[in-house]
């Protein structure tokens, strides 16, 4: 809601509207401390080079925590996410290797237009969100069972396709330069005034999904099966073909995060995507979303995963240890939750 | 054992919640081994009271001396350590466990080994064994409380009692679910617990059962405490009259609805489920008020869910302005323009996190999207806040989160939300439980404006004064069955009283 009233002067600084304020935007105000810290004790943090980077990575990171997200504001899980991020890079690597490379996974592949082979590793990723859909609301297994299942399912089938004699389960490499261009190239005027392509492609993939939460019924029905499932029922909303929706939509945005996954890293492995689903429940969960269901925002989406991606590069420019690193984040996602968790929490 | 007069004392107990004052200066005094009765309407505050004996309310004043002492509970551990135990049938604690595990639940006995102390499963099944044994029931220790009856768990939680060692055994409605013979079972134990020593206190609506098996009866009426009357000394009609007892005033706003031609006819409408509703028919014209009444587990909120395609039907036809309707889901009951208000706010009515104005949308949301697949928010927060402008619901703005409202002003809100959808027929399931004076005073109006408008409605029920006030006819059921039409402006509380205890 806007505020239609302006403040005075003195209200909008008394302490009150401070501590509002702060306890409303904790994970921002964490974010910012962050970047600060990590920039302050080592400057090469702030370089532009290293903060596009940041967003680079970010950018897979979001699309996959955005279709995850929708899911956990209906009290759902997917598990299956990364693994099917995987699942849709190893299959849209091996369709858009170069003719000339010399250990191709189909050899006789002709050459497709570029549409072909994306439409083909979304098009995975649509799958598996059908059948998570389909087992969720239809079979009403837990959502943590379903899509274990699929989960486990997806990491078989990327193997099985990778896995083919007489050439083995090798990574895919060697794939064409138009298709890398979507994850290391920029879109623009000239060299300096460019964004880097998937910066944008996430970018519209982040409005689109703000604007699905929103400003369509799905959106609010999304919020209203994870508020209160009952009471979604009785007012008469369609559950199963909401919830089979949003595990589809999910599935399509893993499709798509798989494929710009491989175009970034030029290539594409049966590990690709492995425990990506804990990391983007856990960004989502520190911007804010509830697993018990019913509240969270596309824009907190966001700041979780930009948290939890400062953190990780900020972690390594800083110099400490792999194995500390995965300390910090452990202890960073439980206590942005717990203090996240306050504004819900005071009464009762 | 002391020699003191009275068991179990409260004295000037008050209780009271946000707008309601739930109890009034009440006292309760029971007698060591004696089976006393507490009777009241629903809402009389006979569950408060036990809860505020039980641990689960603190009394806001007076207070409770057990056994001579003066104590007080903070839980309702502290509770069962001092010998009050209440039998309530909701409550099954875990029912994919044991019935030794249910029994001892909190108090597990322990064995030492060394440095560990484990679970000492002998004991637990020989004691529970032992128990069973004195009060000649036959449940075995290790089956699973799912897989007991009704009966069988309510003997289970009476010998969960009296493994307490408990004075005073608080039995709520213990017979509501029971058939004749497990009912005649339950009295022998009752008998046998009283010779014993221990105290009963019984709340039942059920007349019969009150008159055979109490020593004394104490009756309540809107949180005040009526009479306490040896059992000799009563009959039906002295403790209806005395339950009831209440003069209206002008607590309904008045009506100028006019009831036109039959708009809804249900014709021997049967439950999928043996125990529930059967055969039930009636007629609804527009713009009338039509009540339906009766004690709790009558299955009328069973009925109108059914009617709403929240349950299913095994039998029987509904047809709305002449056209027979098939309704097997909300959906599609939405689309017969019918709406219905849950009885249960907080499980089946809002969503709580979410705002007042996505509360009031829900519902509506197919009415405000643009061709191009988005929401009219604006369009649909402007009819939002006019609804809930119109409904006078207080909040501090539509953005606020509906858990922070009184109950008074949430109601309101799934009000104005099924509103919203132009409904034809409107089923209200205890529109105004939980709601403070002043507000069903609003709920009221509102209501008569709806009929006046020429709705449909539908009101389930259970204070009395509420259906002869609002109604224009009065159905009555018992058990599933309609036991009566009546004229709401003739009808007294006596006559659906008798109406809604025909079969028990």
């Not at chain 1, 050459?111 to 098009?123: C, K, Q, R």
């Not at chain 2, 059992?231 to 309904?252: W, Y």
């Not at chain 2, 609804?387 to 009000?415: C, D, F, M, Y």
């Amino acid at each position: 809601m806007k505020n239609t009233e302006s403040p005075g002067l003195s209200e909008r600084f008394n302490a009150r509207s401070i501590r509002e304020f702060s306890s409303k935007n904790a994970i921002v105000l964490v974010l910012i401390g962050l970047v600060v810290f990590i920039g302050f004790v080592q400057s090469s943090f702030l370089s532009l080079d290293n903060l596009v980077n940041i967003l680079r990575i970010s950018s897979v990171r979001l699309i996959i925590a955005l279709g995850c997200g929708g899911i956990l504001i209906t009290a759902g899980t997917d598990l299956s996410a990364g693994r099917t991020v995987g699942l849709a890079a190893v299959i849209v690597a091996s369709l858009v290797q170069r003719p000339d490379y010399a250990s191709k996974i189909f050899p006789s592949l002709p050459y497709l237009p570029l549409f072909l082979p994306i439409l083909a590793g979304v098009a995975a990723g649509l799958i598996v969100g059908i059948i998570n859909g389909f087992v969720v609301a239809f079979l009403k297994v837990p959502p943590f069972i379903a899509t274990l299942g699929t989960m486990v399912i997806a990491q078989g089938a990327s193997s099985l396709y990778v896995d083919r004699p007489p050439r083995g389960a090798q990574p895919i490499g060697g794939l064409r330069g138009d298709f890398t261009d979507l994850g290391t190239g920029s879109l623009g005027f000239n060299d300096t005034w460019a964004i880097p392509t998937i910066i944008l492609i996430a970018f519209v993939i982040f409005f689109l999904y703000w604007v699905m939460l929103n400003k369509t019924r799905l959106g609010k029905n999304i919020y209203a099966i994870g508020g209160n499932l009952n009471a979604a029922v009785v007012s008469g909303v369609n559950v199963k073909k909401n919830l089979i929706t949003v595990y589809v939509l999910g599935g399509i945005l893993y499709g798509l995060a798989g494929v710009l996954l491989a175009a970034r890293s030029g290539g594409a492995t049966n590990n690709y995507g492995q425990m990506y689903e804990l990391d983007a429940i856990a960004a989502a969960v520190i911007g804010g979303v509830s697993t018990n269901g019913g509240i969270g925002t596309a824009g907190g989406i966001l700041t979780g995963v930009l948290i939890f991606e400062v953190l990780n590069n900020g972690l390594v420019v800083l110099g400490v240890s792999a194995y500390w690193q995965m300390v910090v984040k452990g202890i960073i996602i439980v206590s942005a939750v717990a203090l996240d968790i306050r504004k819900y929490t005071k009464k009762r | 054992m002391s020699g003191n007069e009275f068991i179990l004392e409260m004295k000037n107990i008050s209780k009271n919640f946000p707008g309601v004052k739930a109890l009034d200066d009440v006292s309760l005094r029971v007698r060591p081994g004696s089976v006393h009765a507490l009777m009241g309407e629903n809402g009389a505050g006979k569950s408060t009271l036990m809860k505020c004996l039980f641990g689960i309310y603190q009394a806001d004043g007076g207070e409770i001396i057990l056994d001579g002492k003066p104590v007080s509970f903070a839980n309702t551990k502290q509770a069962l350590d001092a010998g009050i135990s209440m039998i309530q049938q909701e409550l099954l604690p875990v029912p994919q466990r044991s019935v030794m595990e249910n029994f001892w639940l909190g108090r597990f006995p322990v064995k030492n080994y060394g440095l560990v102390r484990l679970v000492d499963h002998k004991k637990m099944y020989a004691d529970t064994k032992a128990v069973f044994d004195d009060l000649k029931m036959d449940i075995s220790p290790n089956t699973k409380v799912i897989n007991l009856s009704v009966s069988k768990i309510q003997s289970m939680e009476i010998a969960q009692a009296v493994s307490y060692h408990s004075k005073v055994i608080i039995m709520d409605e213990p017979t509501s679910s029971l058939t004749e013979n497990e009912v005649a079972h339950l009295f022998t134990i009752i008998r046998k617990l009283r010779s014993e020593g221990v105290s009963i206190i019984y709340i039942s609506h059920k007349i019969e059962e009150i008159l055979e098996i109490s020593d004394e009866v104490t009756i309540m009426r809107d949180g005040k405490h009526i009479g306490t009357y040896p059992d000799k000394e009563l009959t039906t009609e002295l403790i209806i009259n005395r339950m009831v007892g209440r003069t209206l005033t002008n607590r309904f706003p008045p009506r100028e609805n006019k009831p036109g031609e039959v708009f809804l006819k249900v014709e021997n409408y049967t439950s999928t489920v043996e125990r529930s509703f059967k055969d039930v028919s009636f007629e609804v014209r527009r713009g009338e008020i039509f009540g339906i009444g009766g004690l709790v587990g009558a299955q009328r909120s069973e009925l109108v869910e059914s009617l709403f395609g929240l349950r299913g039907v095994k039998s029987g036809t509904i047809s709305i302005n002449g056209k027979t309707a098939v309704i097997t889901n909300p959906i599609q009951a939405k689309k017969y323009r019918i709406a219905l208000l849950t009885e249960e706010r907080r499980t089946t009515g809002i969503f709580p996190v979410l705002s007042v104005l996505d509360n009031t949308l829900i519902a509506n949301l197919d009415h405000y999207v643009r061709k191009s697949r988005l929401l009219d928010r604006k369009r649909g927060d402007k009819d939002a806040k006019d609804s809930i402008e119109k409904l006078r619901v207080k909040t501090p703005s539509a953005a606020t989160h509906i858990e922070n409202l009184s109950g008074g002003n949430q109601q309101k809100v799934i009000v104005a939300r099924w509103l919203l959808t132009e409904p034809d027929i409107l089923i209200l399931d205890e529109p105004t439980r939980g709601i403070d004076v002043g507000a069903k005073y609003e709920i009221y109006s509102i209501i008569a404006d709806l009929a006046k408008s020429g709705k449909t409605i539908i009101m389930i029920s259970s204070e009395m004064p509420e259906l002869i006030g609002m109604s224009d006819r009065i159905m009555v059921m018992c058990e599933g069955r309609v036991t009566g039409i009546l004229d709401g402006k003739k009808a007294t509380q006596e006559q659906i009283i008798t109406l809604a205890t025909q079969f028990m």
